[in-house]
């Protein structure tokens, strides 16, 4: 078999590497190119264990002469090998590109299956057995995770830790705020901190609920009555995700009742309260935060419901600076702006596409 160089296993090679897999005996098989060909250029029987014999790997090589090393690994199957490949920095350019470039080709000519670890060593000091454990240390080492991996082994570990076991989601856990399944555990401040907004008294209401990423339970960040929607902003922190729901007292004029119609405000008994979720995420917030509050919105807002909590509107944000009262109009009303939407009941007729033209 040819490499990306032209360079190819002899004959005697293949069948030298094939009477050492069925011998027990031979530790190292050394490999040169010679007449553009892989050829085997020395070989060592076992005189101990592996970590012995290996002490003596270095003195098969040369200071300045690149090889290729096949060692034999004490396996139970006897026919694991180790593939070392040797190419000294102060080696010939020609030589080191050769060799560089052949050793795939000599792994598959012999059998990459029989190869179960390989090394590349640019000097004698990497041939050490201090080299090969430190070498072990790194193969065995856990690897690299990016920030995306890394914030998903952080949830994993808090569903573990919260006694969740390998066929449970998060949506398994149960709250005591109701039967039905959801994303956090409530703290009671939080729960009851929601539950009186179903207490409609004719006065904004706000509460701010935060996620402790640490056990993922659901607390009361803050609390408070007669907030106007322009204060909002100055309410909702733009420096971490958060959960507002915010009971909105409209005041009572011809134009709010005539398009409070057009929502659907589910056991609201006063049409001029509306109670409107907001779910605030800021740009800069870790993702480890983000993606534990965007996966939990939908759990916060049917817990809520399991209160006697209904939501008129679920809306969503990156810059709190960006809520206020016009915001909540256009959220509520649903209706992108420049554009108009018929008031519920109108139909509107439907336009036929029109066909083909006829042939003539």
């Known amino acids: 078999m040819s490499s990306a160089s032209g360079i190819g296993a002899a ?36 005189q101990g264990d592996f970590m012995s014999d290996y002490a003596h790997i270095v003195n098969y090589v040369e200071d300045n002469v690149p090889a290729y090393l096949l060692v034999r690994l004490d396996s139970a199957s006897g026919s694991e090998w180790l593939s070392i490949s040797y190419v000294p920095d102060n080696a010939k350019v020609r030589d080191k590109m050769l060799y560089a470039s052949t050793q795939s080709a000599l792994k598959k000519a012999l059998g990459d299956y029989r190869f179960k670890d390989s090394i590349f060593a640019t000097s004698k000091a990497d041939l050490t057995t201090d080299g090969y454990e430190a070498h072990q240390r790194h193969v065995n080492a856990p690897k690299p995770l990016s920030a995306r991996e890394e914030a998903m082994q952080s949830i994993r570990a808090a569903e573990k830790a919260a006694g969740l076991n390998k066929y449970q989601g998060a ?32 006065c904004s209401k706000l509460v701010i609920l935060s996620v402790n990423t640490r056990d993922e339970s659901l607390v009361l960040k803050q609390s408070s009555r007669d907030v106007s929607p322009n204060q909002l902003a100055s309410f909702i922190p733009s420096s971490e995700p958060t959960y507002t729901f915010y009971l909105w007292s409209r005041q009572r004029n011809g134009e709010d009742l005539n398009s409070i119609s057009m ?49 008129a509107k679920r809306s969503e944000t990156s810059d709190p600076e960006d809520i206020n009262e016009a915001f909540l109009q256009q959220e509520l009303s649903n209706t992108p702006s ?3 939407t018929p008031v519920s ?16």
């Open 11 to 46: 004959p005697e090679l293949v069948e030298c590497f094939a009477q050492a897999v069925t011998q027990n005996d031979l530790r190292v098989i050394k490999v040169s190119i010679k007449n553009e060909a892989l050829v085997e250029s020395g070989k060592w029987n076992k």
């Open 171 to 202: 949506g398994e856990r149960r709250s005591h705020a109701g039967s039905a399944p959801v994303g956090f555990k409530w703290t009671s401040e939080a729960e009851d901190a929601v539950k009186d907004l179903a207490n409609r008294e004719g």
């Open 263 to 311: 929502w659907h405000l589910s056991t609201m008994t006063i049409p001029n309260l509306v109670l409107v979720f907001i779910y605030c995420c800021p740009s800069g917030s870790p993702v480890k935060h983000r993606m534990v509050y965007s996966s939990g919105v939908v759990s916060v807002v049917n817990a809520a419901k399991g209160m006697g909590v209904s939501v």
């Open 338 to 340: 420049g554009s108009s």
């Open 345 to 360: 009941g109108e139909r509107v007729a439907f336009a036929k596409p029109r066909g083909p033209p006829r042939r003539r």
